[in-house]
């Protein structure tokens, strides 16, 4: 059992349509290979397959998630890794997206949307990070200090994310992911919940993340296609029409968006699989997604060997030879979250 050779073996008849190149991924995967082997050869994975696309810059991203989460890790000691994780997640992904989504939708999620929202999904972490390691503990000891002294009023930090939620043409992020979400019948209110992340300190690395990516898309196409014409708008042999924009950066930074969200966001409406399956397909993945993530706690993590895959009469049963509690962990998370009863943690 090891769920590494599994997802190569099922998932390399349809790699070269996500943009990958099966030996590529076969190396970083090898366990011949140190994890710091399989870091840099993630973020070179992301900057080749984005660069068909015109985006490869957005590897940078990634390259910063694996910096600071590296340099930071002994403040965090359950702190775990963010970029194989990425590739793992979107390995994990293409098969589900072949060997489940299809069976029950009759399509499966567009390629695509898939490389964007399976690969760039926690590029908000580094905030996230710095929040937790840094910011929280920092004023938690200074207040702690003052109450030492009798001072009773705390110090406190809240963010000020300047421009993030403005888009080119007047348009404001919050209520493009809202329209999505609305589209997916999802009853979340983008608004409130950014609202509350601000104003709590509270940093979520999904809401972040999504609005992070989705501006700075925005500006690429903004430079390349200024009138955003639906007409083939091609310019390095990229082509830049709006209906990309629409319906692939869109539809992946919403997933994005909701991917991190607390169990509570869905107690009015879960993310379907008919109906959502983007986003059903990024929660799906990054939940069971455990194997092979270093901490400074665990360094090692979970072995591949721990773990394996089968989709049998469109339900999937994923073995994991792991405590009890990480099992309800993620089935909890699925339950919560996802509507349905497809997966089967055994």
Partial sequence: MNINQTLLKEVQPFLEEYEVQYEEIEHILSEENSFNTRHKGTVGIVESIMRPHGKSHLFRCMQQLGNIEYTIRPLLNNQRDHVVHALLSFLLGIYLNEYFIKKHSGERVNCFQWEIAGLLHDIGYPLEIANRAIITPFFANANQI??????????????????????????????????????????????????????????????????????????????????????????????????????????????????????????????????????????????????????????????????????????????????????????????????GSFVHII
């Fill in 146 to 339: 003052k109450q030492e002294h009798g001072i009773k009023n705390n110090l406190g930090f809240k963010v000020n994310l300047i421009g993030l939620e403005k888009l080119s043409g007047n348009k404001i992020s919050l209520n493009v992911i809202q329209n999505q979400l609305d589209s997916w019948e999802l009853i979340i209110d983008t608004k409130s919940e950014y609202d509350q992340m601000i104003n709590s300190g509270d940093i979520n690395h999904g809401i972040l993340g999504s609005m992070i990516l989705l501006n700075i898309i925005d500006a690429m196409y903004e430079f390349h296609n200024p009138r955003r014409s639906y007409d083939r708008t091609e310019k390095d042999e990229i082509d830049w029409n709006q209906q990309f924009f629409e319906s692939d950066i869109i539809p992946a930074c919403s997933a994005i968006f909701v991917h991190a969200l607390p169990a509570t966001c869905f107690t009015k409406s879960k993310i379907d699989l008919i109906k959502a399956p983007l986003a059903f397909l990024l929660k799906l993945s990054d939940t069971l997604q455990e194997w092979g993530r270093p901490s400074f706690e665990n360094p090692s993590g979970y072995s591949p060997s721990c773990f394996d895959i089968n989709v049998n009469n469109k339900a999937i049963y994923f073995k994991a030879k792991v405590p009890d509690e990480t099992k309800k962990k993620m089935s909890d998370e699925i339950s919560q979250c996802l509507s």
